[in-house]
């Protein structure tokens, strides 16, 4: 069997209305996208997964779709989403984009169908129930964004669920009508081209909320076993074509036994993105017993995908900054991303080193507090390309972050001193790397408790990777940690000098990761 294009990825994040805005409204769009397309294969990725851009009343910044087959003419229209296929195809670069099926928005004409009238044909295209006797809901589910996860709908005098905000009505996937129009959205944008999907809350599509007989009530942060049955259906349209196309679901389970459930059975999701990782602290011990434990439940052909950033969690520079190394273990998390066996996952902004932006109280647009690390990609410096730096013309729809001067792509590009520079660099490495290339294996090393250590290895080539994940600075024995003399490949310290000469004790800065090549 070949190995999958998306096993040997470096996946890359775009926020649309944040990464480029090509019509001057101040918020980012497709032919902006289409334009920055090259930075993206300059880096050296390998795909992007694009967060939506179907017909929106941004509720929730397009995760409330108002048609699953379009796109909202803020952010450009079908023959724009086309261009931007073809022109990423040929610049190498594939194409993930969101897909939506817990939930649609309210404006969505099937809600507003179902809605107008119990006897409605898409009706039970939604979770609609009785409420409780005094004016109460029929259980006490909360919503993600808070507040109760139901809402009474006068017209009609019954509540629907959503596990979000009210404009966010929960889809019924065991209508079988609704489960066919859901999978042909898929089938819509397979012909376009798309390369896959990145499957939006995947854990609690199929969230019913009535119990089995016996059990008087369930929690609503679960997953529920008819999710899995619809994802092994989508699994099915994806095998309709050829070329490998792929589906990675956000499956937000804090648990990894059931997190690896949804990618060990083979006929579900190819790749599901880790919340246990991307919330782990920033501690060695923490990471390893994270990566040991999934690598255990979730063992070949399975496949891991990594992330540590994107759209709903504050920066890495900024969330662990605790003691002001944010963005050194930026840096250095850069490397555990890219140096673990698995697809990493980046969002925009990560090769800069972004820190969140400050969002003053009355600039404030998301339900949910996202703001900051939604903030526009500064791609010029402020005072070359003025206060929308290179992102807008107009007047940016988030502010930029603070020191846009320093961290925007033009003042980083050609500093090879750079977060840009050290991704570049590591991308490559991976690239022409089999031990870091999805024939690599992978070995946890036991060590300094504070230091993350593994080994790849593959065609005869074996690479240590350590990271320093303490305030001290340490000396490892590479023999010690089961490798030999090896020499130093890459550094994420930019005062770090890479001498060829072999080494045998690989001394580590607080927060440096290195890469040693065993001779
Ligand atoms: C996912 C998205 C998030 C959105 C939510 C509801 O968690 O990543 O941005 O708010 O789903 O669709």
């Not at 890219?338 to 600039?363: S, Y």
């Not at 490559?428 to 408790?449: H, K």
């Amino acid at each position: 069997m070949t190995t999958p294009w998306w096993q040997g990825a470096v996946v890359y994040q775009v926020y649309p209305r944040s990464f480029d805005d090509a019509d001057g409204d101040g918020v980012g769009d497709l032919a902006g996208v289409v334009r920055r397309l090259g930075h993206v294969a300059r880096l050296g990725a390998d795909a992007v997964w694009l967060s939506p851009f179907y017909p929106s009343p941004m509720v929730d910044f397009g995760y409330d779709v108002a048609d699953y087959t379009d796109v909202d003419p803020l952010f450009g229209d079908l023959a724009t989403f086309d261009r931007l296929l073809t022109e990423a195809h040929a610049l190498g670069v594939r194409v993930i984009i969101d897909w939506v099926p817990n939930h649609s928005s309210d404006r969505h004409p099937w809600f507003t169908a179902a809605r107008s009238s119990r006897d409605d044909p898409r009706r039970d295209w939604y979770v609609w129930r009785d409420g409780r006797p005094g004016g109460r809901p029929p259980n006490d589910w909360e919503s993600t964004f808070g507040g109760p996860a139901w809402t009474y709908d006068p017209l009609t005098a019954q509540w629907y669920l959503h596990g979000f905000a009210p404009e966010q009505p929960n889809l019924d996937w065991s209508n079988p009508e609704l489960a066919e129009a859901m999978l042909a959205t898929l089938r819509f944008w397979l012909d376009r081209g798309v390369d896959g999907f990145r499957i939006d809350v995947a854990h609690e599509v199929g969230n019913v909320p009535d119990p089995p007989p016996g059990v008087a009530s369930w929690p609503r942060e679960q997953d529920w076993p008819g999710g899995h049955a619809v994802l092994r259906r989508v699994r099915g349209v994806l095998e309709e074509y050829d070329g490998d196309r792929v589906a990675v679901g956000e499956v937000y389970v804090l648990d990894q036994r059931r997190l690896a459930s949804y990618v060990t059975t083979g006929d579900e999701l190819h790749m599901a993105h880790n919340f246990v990782f991307l919330r782990c602290a920033w501690d060695a011990t923490a990471f390893r017993d994270v990566i040991a434990e999934f690598t255990r439940l979730a063992p070949a052909p399975a496949w891991p995908a990594w992330c540590l950033e994107n759209h709903d969690h504050p920066r890495l520079a900024t969330r662990y900054d605790d003691d002001g190394r944010g963005p050194a273990r930026a840096r250095a998390a850069a490397l555990l991303l890219l140096g673990l066996r698995g697809t990493p996952f980046m969002f925009q902004g990560q090769e800069l080193g972004l820190p969140d932006a400050v969002v003053p109280p009355g600039a404030v647009v998301d339900v949910d507090g996202r703001d900051p690390e939604r903030a526009p990609i500064p791609w010029e410096r402020p005072s070359v390309a003025g206060p929308g730096a290179g992102f807008t013309t107009g007047v940016p729809w988030l502010p930029i972050v603070d020191d846009a001067e320093h961290l925007a792509v033009a003042a980083q590009r050609g500093d090879e001193r750079s977060d840009l520079a050290l991704w570049r660099r590591l991308i490559a490495l991976r690239r022409e790397s089999p031990a870091l290339g999805p024939a690599g294996a992978q070995t946890l090393l036991e060590g300094e408790d504070d230091v993350l250590a593994w080994l790849r290895e593959a065609d005869g080539e074996r690479l240590l990777l350590a990271i320093n994940m303490s305030a001290e600075a340490v000396r490892c024995d590479l023999t010690a940690l089961g490798g030999g003399p090896g020499r130093l490949v890459v550094s994420t310290d930019p005062d770090r000098v890479v001498a060829t000469d072999d080494i045998d004790v690989l001394g580590l800065a607080p927060d440096e990761g290195a890469i040693v090549r065993l001779t």
